[in-house]
């Protein structure tokens, strides 16, 4: 039997408390739905369905690049109601796996073992849980076999009791819903039409509803900020967790941030604070200080980030040294012992060998060769207000402080800029440059001296 899911999205999340629709809320720097469509995806279905009511436009637009196919609910009248939307797009021949938009660690594994235990029939996930208050409740026979469902509102006190809750995660088969699904009745507290109660009809047709316990940790739903942190929490100790078993130093695994997939050498240290974005590479004895944020960039072995640095889009080689208080943005190269200090801004600019910017600088556009000494405070203008433009420096060159480089420019190997040099012309090979009005000292000058007014 070919496999289908279904994921409801289709809420407010009014609890939530934002504007932004509940299954957009970042966590571990995705949306909460696609870790739902990422764990979906693993089992191969055929097609996966999410049905999106509320912000139905800004959710397809957060997952334009997965292949979907959207299931409008214009109104919210319960989850039952919501497969409702989707079943006459589905195969009649196929099983139906239903997850929740909002329900977003479950695991892949967990979704296998429901689907083995369904077989051809239906099986729902539940768990056992400390505080089970606003959870649909699993009630059993005396034997002990699944019953039916009853929402926390509907339950009585007894059933209450019950620790044993509905997680809304099932595995039935198209055949069954059809069959069942058009005649749930929205006859109770909320007025909705539970996608559950299908379970009690299966159960009165003599069909038996086989049930796979999960951790609580993997069903947490997110309705509020609370359980959002807290499922932020579940995730950055399970990644750093990872890491540590791959032998990754964290110096406080409960404050590293890994929102993305992180490959890391040996011998690699990470300080405090630190938040590793999208692909990440840290070769063999990488060191990354405090307050650091590293996405989607590629760093070489032996290299040295320290404390308040940001490097994003970068490609940096083996041993080079950065920071601390570095701003690395994208399409920034740096060769092997490069140094980039503090207060040094880079974009879209090349850096040779051992060349150095050790102080504040920016760097936009420029080619930089090796063993060159751009000096503090060395500016290129790379932006005439409506184009970008080169600034080339050569090997061995060497940049004085406090210059201004007009681009296009360049400045030849081994050439030399004095300090505060504003330089509009290139700079052919060992030639100096000497881009500043001369000194003037006046002789015999005096001091103004305050007016005696009495
Ligand atoms: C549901 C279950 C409850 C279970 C709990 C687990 C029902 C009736 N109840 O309750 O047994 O313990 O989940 O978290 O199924 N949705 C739609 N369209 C709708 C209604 C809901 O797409 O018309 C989506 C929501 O966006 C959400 C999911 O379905 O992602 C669950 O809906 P929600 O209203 O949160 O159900 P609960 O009351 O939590
Ligand atoms: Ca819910």
Redesign the pocket.
């Known amino acids: 039997m070919e496999l289908e899911v279904v994921i ?6 009014a609890r939530m408390q934002s504007d932004l629709p ?2 957009l809320h970042p966590l571990a720097g995705q949306p909460l739905i696609r870790h739902v469509l990422n764990t979906a995806a693993l089992l191969n279905p055929s097609t996966l369905h999410v ?4 912000g139905a436009e800004e959710v397809k637009s957060a997952c334009a690049d997965i292949p979907v196919n959207w299931v409008f ?1 214009k ?8 497969v409702l939307q989707a079943l006459p797009q589905i195969n009649s021949a196929s099983r139906v796996l239903v997850l ?4 977003p660690l479950i695991s892949e594994e967990t979704l296998r073992q429901l689907i083995d235990k369904a077989g051809n029939g239906t099986a729902v996930l539940t768990a056992n849980i400390d505080r089970p208050t ?4 699993v009630i059993r026979d005396e034997s002990g076999c699944f019953e039916r ?1 009853v ?2 509102k509907d339950a009585t006190p007894r059933e209450r009791e019950v620790d044993e ?4 995660v099932l595995v039935a088969s198209a055949d069954y819903l059809n069959t069942y699904l058009p005649s749930v009745t929205s006859d109770n507290e ?1 007025g ?6 299908i379970l009690s009809q299966l159960v009165k047709d003599k069909q038996q509803i086989f049930t796979v316990s999960a951790s609580p940790q993997e ?1 947490l ?1 997110i ?1 509020d900020k609370v359980q959002l942190a807290h499922a932020e929490s579940i995730i950055r100790a399970a990644r750093a967790r990872a890491l540590m078993d791959l032998g990754v130093t964290l110096i406080d695994p409960s404050r590293v941030d890994i929102r993305g997939d992180v490959k890391c050498g040996s011998d690699v240290v990470i300080d405090i604070n630190v938040i590793l974005e999208g692909h990440v590479v840290l070769d063999d004895k990488v060191n990354v200080g405090a307050n650091s944020c590293i996405s989607d960039s590629t760093i070489g072995a032996g290299t040295v980030v320290h404390p308040m640095s940001t490097i994003e889009g970068a490609t940096i080689e083996t041993s080079c040294s950065i920071g601390p208080f570095a701003r690395i943005r994208p399409g920034t190269k740096l060769s092997r012992d490069a140094k980039i200090g503090n207060f040094v801004e880079t974009k879209n600019t090349s850096i040779g060998k051992a060349s150095k910017a050790s102080h504040l600088s920016y760097l936009g556009d420029a080619k930089i060769g090796s063993s060159s000494n751009i000096g503090a405070g060395t500016i290129t203008c790379n932006y005439d207000g409506v184009e970008k433009h080169i600034t080339e420096i050569g090997d061995n060159a060497f940049v004085g402080s406090n210059s201004t480089l007009v681009a296009p420019l360049k400045i030849s190997d081994e050439a030399f800029v004095s300090a505060g040099s504003t330089v509009t012309k290139d700079v052919a090979k060992k030639e100096l440059a000497v881009g500043r009005s001369p000194q003037r000292n006046v002789i015999g000058w005096k001091r103004p001296q305050k007016k005696n007014l009495s």
């Not at 109104?75 to 919501?82: I, P, V």
């Not at 606003?134 to 409740?137: I, N, Q």
């Open positions: 409801l999205a289709a809420g407010r999340g509940k299954v049905v999106v009511g509320h609910q109104e919210q009248l319960g989850t039952g109601h919501a929740y938009g909002d329900v606003g959870y649909g409740r469902i929402e926390d809750i509905n997680t809304g909320q909705e039409y539970y996608l559950p109660d069903i739903g309705n």
